[in-house]
Protein backbone atom coordinates (compact mmCIF):
# COMPACT_ATOMS: atom_id res chain seq x y z
CA UNK A 1 0.00 0.00 0.00
CA UNK A 2 2.55 2.24 0.72
CA UNK A 3 4.32 1.67 -2.59
CA UNK A 4 1.26 2.50 -4.40
CA UNK A 5 0.96 5.98 -2.10
CA UNK A 6 4.56 6.74 -3.30
CA UNK A 7 3.80 6.14 -7.60
CA UNK A 8 0.61 7.46 -7.74
CA UNK A 9 1.27 10.27 -5.62
CA UNK A 10 -1.40 10.09 -2.79
CA UNK A 11 -4.09 8.14 -0.64
CA UNK A 12 -6.79 9.87 -2.61
CA UNK A 13 -5.60 8.32 -6.08
CA UNK A 14 -5.04 5.19 -4.71
CA UNK A 15 -8.57 5.01 -2.79
CA UNK A 16 -9.83 5.89 -6.28
CA UNK A 17 -8.31 3.26 -8.18
CA UNK A 18 -8.72 0.60 -5.51
CA UNK A 19 -12.23 1.51 -4.90
CA UNK A 20 -12.24 2.50 -0.83
CA UNK A 21 -11.97 5.03 1.05
CA UNK A 22 -9.13 7.49 1.20
CA UNK A 23 -9.00 6.83 5.15
CA UNK A 24 -8.96 3.44 4.78
CA UNK A 25 -5.88 3.57 2.42
CA UNK A 26 -4.40 5.69 5.24
CA UNK A 27 -5.24 3.14 7.68
CA UNK A 28 -3.03 0.66 5.69
CA UNK A 29 -0.37 2.77 5.78
CA UNK A 30 -0.32 3.32 9.43
CA UNK A 31 -0.64 -0.13 10.39
CA UNK A 32 -3.77 -0.22 11.56
CA UNK A 33 -5.24 -2.83 9.10
CA UNK A 34 -2.17 -5.78 8.25
CA UNK A 35 -4.18 -8.23 5.60
CA UNK A 36 -7.19 -6.95 2.85
CA UNK A 37 -10.22 -7.74 2.25
CA UNK A 38 -10.14 -10.93 -0.11
CA UNK A 39 -12.06 -8.53 -2.83
CA UNK A 40 -9.50 -5.69 -2.24
CA UNK A 41 -6.72 -8.37 -2.15
CA UNK A 42 -7.81 -9.25 -6.01
CA UNK A 43 -7.59 -5.77 -6.85
CA UNK A 44 -3.85 -5.08 -5.31
Known sequence: M???VKQ???T???AE???VSQ???ERYVK???RRPRADL???L
Open 23 to 25: RTV
Open 12 to 14: RTV
Open 17 to 19: ALG
Open 2 to 4: RYL
Open 8 to 10: LAG
Open 31 to 33: DKI
Open 41 to 43: AQR
